[in-house]
């Protein structure tokens, strides 16, 4: 089984919401960062949203920002992301990721910065 788990993934009509989740079972999630990565057929990778260890301000890329919104349950051991006003660019695999990096009070949006990774939700938005 993969350290990380997505779900919520689905199809969704443009402006409408989805809330993806990203459960760990083979860690705990405090002491890591976390980030939120898509990739669209025929495109790299791209970073989505993280959120550090310390949590105190969440990094988004450009195109998300007032839209998506990352968020941790400790006690679920669960990452979600709200994603919301949702447009047909927004169609994409998104993936959880997670590395050990305790007590950073900063995260990033490239993919070589993460260790463990999920095996991904399909998101189409579409009419």
């Known amino acids: 089984q993969l350290p990380l788990v997505e779900s919520g993934g689905g199809l969704v009509q443009p402006g409408g919401s989805l809330r993806l989740s990203c459960a760990a079972s083979k860690f705990t999630l405090d002491l890591h960062d976390i980030g939120w990565f898509r990739q669209a057929p025929g495109k790299e990778r791209e970073g989505v949203s993280c959120?550090?260890?310390?949590?105190?301000?969440?990094n988004y890329v450009d195109s998300v920002k007032g839209r998506f919104t990352i968020s941790v349950d400790n006690a679920k051991n669960t990452v979600f992301l709200q994603m919301n006003s949702l447009k047909p660019d927004d169609t994409a695999v998104y993936y959880c990721?997670?590395?050990?990096?305790?007590?950073?009070?900063?995260?990033?949006?490239?993919?070589?910065?993460?260790?463990?990774w999920g095996q991904g939700t399909q998101v189409t938005v579409s009419s």
């Open positions: 990721a997670a590395d050990w990096r305790p007590y950073s009070d900063s995260c990033s949006l490239h993919k070589g910065s993460y260790k463990f």
């Open positions: 959120i550090s260890d310390r949590g105190s301000i969440p």
